[in-house]
Protein backbone atom coordinates (compact mmCIF):
# COMPACT_ATOMS: atom_id res chain seq x y z
CA UNK A 1 0.00 0.00 0.00
CA UNK A 2 1.66 3.40 -0.54
CA UNK A 3 1.57 5.92 2.13
CA UNK A 4 1.77 9.49 1.87
CA UNK A 5 5.37 10.34 2.88
CA UNK A 6 6.06 8.23 -0.46
CA UNK A 7 4.24 11.08 -2.91
CA UNK A 8 4.00 14.44 -0.82
CA UNK A 9 6.00 17.21 -1.31
CA UNK A 10 8.67 17.24 1.33
CA UNK A 11 10.45 20.34 3.02
CA UNK A 12 7.43 22.97 1.59
CA UNK A 13 7.44 26.63 1.19
CA UNK A 14 6.45 27.91 4.36
CA UNK A 15 4.93 31.82 5.49
CA UNK A 16 5.38 33.29 8.99
CA UNK A 17 2.52 34.49 10.59
CA UNK A 18 3.37 37.92 11.06
CA UNK A 19 4.15 37.77 7.52
CA UNK A 20 1.92 40.61 4.74
CA UNK A 21 -0.76 39.12 2.58
CA UNK A 22 1.82 40.81 0.00
CA UNK A 23 4.68 38.93 0.88
CA UNK A 24 2.60 35.47 0.91
CA UNK A 25 1.37 36.65 -2.75
CA UNK A 26 5.00 37.17 -3.50
CA UNK A 27 6.21 33.93 -2.66
CA UNK A 28 3.07 31.72 -4.01
CA UNK A 29 4.21 33.40 -7.60
CA UNK A 30 7.88 33.11 -6.91
CA UNK A 31 7.78 29.36 -6.42
CA UNK A 32 4.46 28.50 -8.25
CA UNK A 33 2.20 27.66 -5.73
CA UNK A 34 -1.33 27.31 -4.20
CA UNK A 35 -0.86 27.27 -0.38
CA UNK A 36 1.56 27.99 2.34
CA UNK A 37 1.83 26.52 5.93
CA UNK A 38 1.45 29.15 8.22
CA UNK A 39 4.53 28.79 10.97
CA UNK A 40 5.38 30.59 14.48
CA UNK A 41 8.73 29.96 16.09
CA UNK A 42 8.60 26.97 13.78
CA UNK A 43 5.51 25.07 14.34
CA UNK A 44 2.12 24.67 12.05
CA UNK A 45 -0.26 27.07 13.09
CA UNK A 46 -2.05 27.52 9.85
CA UNK A 47 -2.54 27.83 6.26
CA UNK A 48 -3.20 30.19 3.87
CA UNK A 49 -4.06 29.81 0.49
CA UNK A 50 -4.78 31.84 -3.03
CA UNK A 51 -8.68 31.35 -2.51
CA UNK A 52 -8.17 32.66 0.99
CA UNK A 53 -6.59 35.74 -0.21
CA UNK A 54 -9.03 36.11 -3.07
CA UNK A 55 -11.52 35.79 -0.14
CA UNK A 56 -10.01 38.58 1.67
CA UNK A 57 -8.81 40.83 -0.85
CA UNK A 58 -11.24 43.75 -1.54
CA UNK A 59 -13.22 43.18 -5.41
CA UNK A 60 -13.47 44.96 -8.56
CA UNK A 61 -16.18 46.70 -7.38
CA UNK A 62 -14.85 48.63 -4.10
CA UNK A 63 -13.70 52.65 -3.94
CA UNK A 64 -10.35 51.79 -3.08
CA UNK A 65 -7.60 52.48 -5.96
CA UNK A 66 -5.00 49.77 -6.81
CA UNK A 67 -2.10 51.78 -4.20
CA UNK A 68 -4.92 51.49 -1.40
CA UNK A 69 -5.63 47.66 -2.15
CA UNK A 70 -1.66 47.40 -2.28
CA UNK A 71 -1.30 49.23 1.24
CA UNK A 72 -4.15 47.17 2.94
CA UNK A 73 -2.82 43.88 1.81
CA UNK A 74 1.08 45.05 3.10
CA UNK A 75 -0.31 45.61 6.46
CA UNK A 76 -2.57 42.56 7.01
CA UNK A 77 -0.43 39.85 8.42
CA UNK A 78 -1.80 36.54 6.76
CA UNK A 79 -2.43 35.30 10.55
CA UNK A 80 -5.50 37.24 10.06
CA UNK A 81 -6.76 35.27 7.11
CA UNK A 82 -5.27 31.85 7.51
CA UNK A 83 -7.40 28.98 8.43
CA UNK A 84 -6.09 28.32 12.01
CA UNK A 85 -6.81 24.12 11.53
CA UNK A 86 -6.12 22.83 9.15
CA UNK A 87 -6.61 19.03 8.54
CA UNK A 88 -3.07 17.16 8.85
CA UNK A 89 -2.24 13.86 8.15
CA UNK A 90 0.56 11.77 8.78
CA UNK A 91 3.10 10.36 6.56
CA UNK A 92 2.67 6.90 6.98
CA UNK A 93 -1.07 7.18 6.35
CA UNK A 94 -1.78 5.24 3.23
CA UNK A 95 -2.95 7.41 0.30
CA UNK A 96 -6.49 5.96 -0.14
CA UNK A 97 -7.39 7.09 3.30
CA UNK A 98 -5.43 10.79 2.49
CA UNK A 99 -7.48 10.91 -0.94
CA UNK A 100 -10.99 10.49 1.14
CA UNK A 101 -10.31 12.96 3.78
CA UNK A 102 -9.04 15.66 0.49
CA UNK A 103 -12.59 14.68 -1.23
CA UNK A 104 -14.88 14.14 1.85
CA UNK A 105 -13.78 18.39 2.91
CA UNK A 106 -13.19 19.31 -0.53
CA UNK A 107 -9.92 20.02 -0.17
CA UNK A 108 -6.76 20.77 -2.77
CA UNK A 109 -4.29 20.06 -0.29
CA UNK A 110 -3.33 18.91 3.35
CA UNK A 111 -0.34 19.50 5.79
CA UNK A 112 1.66 16.66 6.50
CA UNK A 113 3.07 16.30 10.64
CA UNK A 114 4.89 13.85 11.82
CA UNK A 115 4.21 12.36 15.54
CA UNK A 116 5.97 15.46 17.46
CA UNK A 117 3.40 17.71 15.44
CA UNK A 118 6.08 19.13 13.07
CA UNK A 119 5.64 20.25 9.31
CA UNK A 120 7.41 17.13 7.03
CA UNK A 121 5.70 17.74 3.85
CA UNK A 122 2.21 18.96 1.68
CA UNK A 123 -0.06 16.54 0.23
CA UNK A 124 -1.53 18.25 -2.54
CA UNK A 125 -4.44 16.83 -5.56
CA UNK A 126 -1.41 17.45 -7.96
CA UNK A 127 0.66 14.88 -5.55
CA UNK A 128 -2.18 12.31 -6.05
CA UNK A 129 -2.47 12.86 -9.35
CA UNK A 130 1.26 12.34 -10.19
CA UNK A 131 0.36 8.90 -7.96
CA UNK A 132 -2.57 7.71 -10.01
CA UNK A 133 -0.59 8.09 -13.06
CA UNK A 134 2.28 5.98 -11.91
CA UNK A 135 -0.37 3.26 -10.48
CA UNK A 136 -1.82 3.45 -14.10
CA UNK A 137 1.39 3.05 -15.72
CA UNK A 138 2.48 -0.08 -13.24
CA UNK A 139 -1.10 -1.73 -13.94
CA UNK A 140 -0.68 -1.21 -17.83
CA UNK A 141 2.76 -2.52 -17.96
CA UNK A 142 1.46 -5.61 -16.07
Not at 59 to 66: E, M, N, W, Y
Request: glycine share 6%.
Amino acid sequence: MSTVSQWMTKNPVTIDQDASIIEAIHLMKEKAIRRLPVMAKGRLIGLITERMIKDYSPGKATSLDTWEVHYLLSKTPVKGVMNPSPITVTPDMDLATAAQIILDHKLYGLCVVDSKGDLVGIMSVGDMLRAVVEFAKDRKSQ
